[in-house]
T-cell receptor
Framework: NAGVTQTPKFQVLKTGQSMTLQCAQD?????MYWYRQDPGMGLRLIYY???????DKGEVPNGYNVSRLNKREFSLRLESAAPSQTSVYFC??????????????FGPGTRLTVL | LAKTTQPISMDSYEGQEVNITCSHN???????ITWYQQFPSQGPRFIIQ???TKVTNEVASLFIPADRKSSTLSLPRVSLSDTAVYYC???????????????FGRGTQLTVWP
């Protein structure tokens, strides 16, 4: 079991460029999450998906779009990257079908720098 | 929203017990409290979860008073390998079409010295 995998591990973009962060889990989990982590700010939820085909905004969704392609995969897209989106991005999954009380399993993160 | 507040940092020595407190004054009836540990360049990993009173597992204890407005993570006899950032999470179970609330604290950097 690989758990939660994320690609790429590192990425440097120029302002205005677009990119998609990929996330996949092999635990047959229902819920998947995208967070960003900035120094002194902890983890902030960007988007959440309770099941295939459903997504919900979190605390900081502006500038991002997501796709729950199937039960395994949840991607995060930056259409026009800005320096304020420089951060470490974590994907997570849980068995939960409703709400946020089940254990979340996190990927290793993607470190993104926008110049 | 049940926002959480934690100390930014704590120091301890090997073999001591460490208690990290998280405040969540606006916690709701269906909110649970979960603690995660994060090492550098890794994603957070689950430590313990509770709703009220005391919960204990093989690595930690979690104390939640009756009013549930705070919670305390207790790490017995810490070692150097416990140096990490510890996050308090308040998350609720959704009802029907409501997906529930989720809020991570800003984390507490615990440094254990020899």
């Amino acid at each position: 079991n690989a758990g939660v995998t994320q690609t790429p591990k590192f990425q440097v973009l120029k302002t205005g460029q677009s990119m998609t962060l990929q996330c996949a889990q092999d635990m047959n989990h229902n819920s998947m999450y995208w967070y960003r982590q900035d120094p002194g700010m902890g983890l902030r939820l960007i988007y959440y998906s309770a099941s295939e085909g459903t997504t919900d905004k979190g605390e900081v969704p502006n500038g991002y779009n997501v796709s729950r392609l199937n039960k395994r995969e949840f991607s995060l897209r930056l259409e026009s990257a800005a320096p304020s989106q420089t951060s470490v991005y974590f994907c997570a999954s849980s068995a939960s079908t409703s709400g946020h009380t089940d254990t979340q399993y996190f990927g290793p993160g993607t470190r993104l720098t926008v110049l | 929203l049940a926002k959480t507040t934690q100390p930014i940092s704590m120091d301890s020595y090997e073999g001591q017990e460490v208690n990290i407190t998280c405040s969540h004054n606006n916690i709701a009836t269906n909110d649970y409290i979960t603690w995660y540990q994060q090492f550098p360049s890794q994603g957070p990993r689950f430590i313990i979860q509770g709703y009220k009173t005391k919960v204990t597992n093989e690595v930690a204890s979690l104390f939640i008073p009756a009013d549930r407005k705070s919670s305390t993570l207790s790490l017995p006899r810490v070692s150097l390998s416990d140096t990490a950032v510890y996050y308090c999470l308040v998350g609720s179970r959704g009802r029907g079409s409501t997906l529930g609330r989720l809020y991570f604290g800003r984390g507490t950097q615990l440094t254990v010295w020899p």
